[in-house]
């Protein structure tokens, strides 16, 4: 069920105590890695900018992490969001888009361009995202920060 109070978004380093749980969300939804693997992203985003949580009446309910990974058709690792995750009874209420807000905002003094790979483009092409690949699996977009 959702909540009534606004929610916050700051570093997730000044929760630690929310790292498992934002962890378990991503390992569980995603799981290309090892859970220990996806704490440590989250944790300590290697060249990245920090990973950024939402938390509403003190709980986190909302996280967007970044990783550096390099497209087929590149030379150099680029900056992507790795994860964007807000928990079921926050969807639908904006909180996305504001994760998504404070994640180009801050991207910005890391990286030119910022890419998400989702099975959801039209979500990022309707706030401004372009579409650089489409395969059976899912999209690659891109952001000019």
């Known amino acids: ?34 859970y220990e693997e996806t704490v440590s992203s989250l944790d300590d985003p290697e060249n990245c900018p920090p990973t950024l949580i939402a938390l509403a009446s003190g709980r986190p309910v909302g996280v967007v992490g970044f990783g550096r990974f390099r497209r087929a058709d590149d030379t150099v690792e680029t900056l992507w969001i790795n994860a964007l995750y807000i928990v079921e009874g926050e969807r639908s209420r904006g909180l996305g888009a504001q994760l998504l807000s404070a994640a180009i905002g801050l991207a910005e003094s890391w990286a ?11 979500w990022y092409e309707h706030r401004g995202w372009t579409v650089v690949e489409s395969t059976d ?9």
């Open 1 to 34: 069920m959702g909540t009534n109070s606004p929610a916050t978004i700051g570093p997730l380093s000044d929760h630690p105590s929310a790292l498992p749980v934002v962890a378990r969300w991503v390992w569980e939804t995603w799981g290309s890695k090892t």
């Open 112 to 122: 030119e361009q910022l890419y998400v790979y989702s099975d959801v483009p039209t």
């Open 137 to 145: 699996s899912g999209t690659a977009l891109r952001h000019r920060c």
